[in-house]
Each structure stands twice: as structure tokens, then as C-alpha cells.
């Protein structure tokens, strides 16, 4: 199957940074690409879907100018949180669409904001 | 409004028996119903997933069972085995769109 990658699969930052996180589709181009947030025990919430070339389309209740993101190649998707809160601090997966509607997931970022 | 209803939300399975896991949906316009399973501290993986042409699909010791009239659908695991420990989301969409999620549904087999 298709492979995703995430990095870093974990961070700790102070309250206040600015944290980036990569996706990336290692074996095939992905049109577009999905972000969500996972909290423990919970089920996955989409915060916004991203075009390569084209602004992201963020799900109601999103702040996109918290959570930004940058679609700059068919391969390659970036979260930048920015100044990151403790309320912010949650599982982050991306996802990677294929033209025949299957997604392939990342294996998560663990952001722990102190 | 919810527009996928998974259950149970937990399930406890004797090894070698069947864990089956339900799903509903409401709009009739849903054209994909993949599932996925989780491990913790792991992103998901896709499983298997069904089109509504087809009512039954199976994989190995998973199999989909797909309900157009009734707008279910549901996970069997046969054998099921203590590796099969995980959570399980169903989901929903059309086309090429997003995803739409189940609650989940934390599975634990036991020996």
C-alpha cells in the first residue's frame, strides 16, 4: 500500500513557539491532503483539507491562522501551529488522497505544548 | 447532527470468535465506507472498504457487510485473533472528499 510519512513524530515545545509539522506521500501523488487532531480515546477531527497550489479549506471552528497550512508539492504537506498553547497539545495526522477516494493515514505527531 | 453512528464502543472477543462492529449512515449520497484500524499511539490504517454496488466484500478474516436499504454496514473479524487489539473507525464519504469518522470502537481480544 501507499505510505505516508510524518515528522517529527514528536515534539515538546514551550507555550508561545511556533511548531511545524511535515507529511509526506513517499511512493505516489497525492492531490490532496487532510490534517486532523486526535484527542486520547476520541475519534479523529478533520481541521482542513489542502490542494497542492491552492489555499486550505478549514473546518468550521478551526482558527487558520493558528493552524496554517502549506501545500507546496504533490508530495508534501506542512501544519505549522503557531504560538502554541498547552491547550493545543494533541495527536496530529495527516492524511493523503488518492484519485480512487482511499486516504492513507501518517503515523501521528505527539505535540506536547508546556 | 451525527452523520455516522458506530457501536458498540467497546467489544471484548474470545480468541477464535467473531467481533463484528456496526456502523449507520443517513445521507444516501455516500459512495465510499472504508474501515480503519488504529493502534495506540499509531495512525490509522486502512483495513478494508466497500462501494454501495457490492453488499458483501471480504479481505482475509475481515469481511464488509453493506445494507443500502437499511444505511448500515458492518466489520466481521473471523478468527479473531489477540493481535487484533485495537480501536476501529468506520467512515463515510463521497467521492474524493473528506472522511467523516465513527465514534471508534476499542476491540480486545482475549485469550
Known amino acids: 500500500g501507499a505510505v505516508v510519512s510524518q515528522h517529527p513524530s514528536r515534539v515538546i515545545c514551550k507555550s508561545g513557539t511556533s511548531v511545524k509539522i511535515e507529511c509526506r506521500s513517499l511512493d505516489f501523488q497525492a492531490t490532496t491532503m487532510f490534517w486532523y487532531r486526535q484527542f486520547p480515546k476520541k475519534s479523529l477531527m478533520l481541521m482542513a483539507t489542502s490542494n497542492e497550489g491552492s489555499k486550505a479549506t478549514y473546518e468550521q471552528g478551526v482558527e487558520k491562522d493558528k493552524f496554517l497550512i502549506n501545500h507546496a508539492s504533490l508530495t508534501l504537506s506542512t501544519l505549522t501551529v503557531t504560538s502554541a498553547h498547552p491547550e493545543d497539545s494533541s495527536f496530529y495526522i495527516c492524511s493523503a488522497g488518492t484519485a480512487t477516494d482511499t486516504q492513507y493515514f501518517g503515523p501521528g505527531t505527539r505535540l506536547t505544548v508546556l | 447532527q451525527q452523520q455516522v453512528k458506530q457501536s458498540p464502543q467497546s467489544l471484548i472477543v474470545q480468541k477464535g470468535g467473531i467481533s463484528i462492529i456496526n456502523c449507520a449512515y443517513e445521507n444516501t449520497a455516500f459512495d465510499y465506507f472504508p474501515w480503519y484500524q488504529q493502534f495506540p499511539g499509531k495512525g490509522p490504517a486502512l483495513l478494508i472498504a466497500i462501494r454501495p454496488d457490492v453488499s458483501e466484500k471480504k479481505e482475509g478474516r475481515f469481511t464488509i457487510s453493506f445494507n443500502k436499504s437499511a444505511k448500515q454496514f458492518s466489520l466481521h473479524i473471523m478468527d479473531s485473533q489477540p493481535g487484533d487489539s485495537a480501536t476501529y473507525f468506520c467512515?463515510?464519504?463521497?467521492?474524493?472528499?473528506?472522511?467523516?469518522f465513527g465514534t471508534g470502537t476499542r476491540l480486545t481480544i482475549i485469550p
Open positions: 467512515a463515510v464519504t463521497i467521492g474524493n472528499e473528506k472522511l467523516t
